[in-house]
């Protein structure tokens, strides 16, 4: 299909190429390909080498010809790596510093791991003994982790420990249930306060049997009662150099 310019003296001009129809459609459903395949990235959790491949296969599945440039081009695509994220050594300073902020020097430890960053939280700070209810001298640092949460999609698991100690009351009948319902309490209070998924949140109790120091003497034990809480990596890459 072409049409003829005039030029204003009813003589014919050049001769000017228009598009086939058919590239008014084809473009229309490009275009709803592409929205649909950014809404389903969005989604998704994706490793920068990943997303460049499949990136690399969409755009040549989209060329006109083989081998040629697409009608589409990617360039302007942002890198996933540019979107903000707290490294592990802020996230680490950040609640080191709510720590000391709130007077709560002793009896917490936060380490990175492979798997993500750990923070160690001896029961006394959380939790008056026996009970499964959270102290108020607590909010500060529980808040601080909320808000790291809400910064960033990571998974988190919530462990509850205690000595060797028995408990048997009617609320917990053993020291399975005491530390199940103290991770349960904390995991609760950061998705409540941070309006965070609940599909985030991995809780375990495991009693009295992953002690990380010996039973025998009350120092020991004040350091196996405890609430770990591990802030997992998005990436695993985030921990290679530990």
């Known amino acids: 299909m072409s049409k003829y310019s005039n030029n204003g003296n009813g003589k014919n001009g050049v001769e000017l190429p228009?598009?086939?129809g058919w590239m008014v459609t084809y473009g229309d459903i490009m275009g709803l390909l592409l929205t649909f395949f950014v809404l389903l990235m969005s989604y998704s959790t994706i490793r920068e080498e990943e997303f460049r491949r499949a990136l690399g296969s969409f755009q040549e599945a989209l060329g006109i010809l083989?081998?040629?440039?697409?009608v589409i081009v990617f360039e302007q695509v942002p890198n996933i790596?540019?979107?903000?994220?707290?490294?592990?050594?802020?996230?680490?300073r950040r609640i080191r510093k709510s720590i000391a902020s709130a007077g709560l020097s002793g009896g917490i430890n936060v380490t990175e791991e492979r798997e993500g960053v750990r923070v160690t939280i001896e029961s006394p700070i959380l939790f008056d003994s026996g009970k499964a209810e959270l102290r108020m001298e607590a909010s500060p640092l529980l808040n601080e982790l909320t808000a790291i949460l809400a910064e960033n999609p990571h998974e988190v698991v919530v462990e509850g420990h205690t000595d060797t100690v028995p408990i048997h009351t009617d609320e917990f009948p053993s020291n399975w249930e005491l530390s199940t319902a103290r991770a349960i309490s904390v995991a609760r209070y950061m998705f409540h306060n941070g309006e965070l998924d609940a599909k985030r949140f991995t809780v375990a109790g495991y009693g009295e049997y992953h002690p990380i120091a010996p039973n025998d003497t009350e120092e020991g034990r004040q350091k196996n009662r405890r609430v770990e809480i591990l802030l997992k990596y998005m990436d695993k890459e985030q921990g290679s150099d530990l």
């Open 81 to 92: 790596r540019s979107i903000p994220a707290i490294p592990p050594h802020e996230i680490v």
């Open 18 to 20: 228009t598009a086939p």
């Open 66 to 70: 083989p081998h040629e440039r697409s």
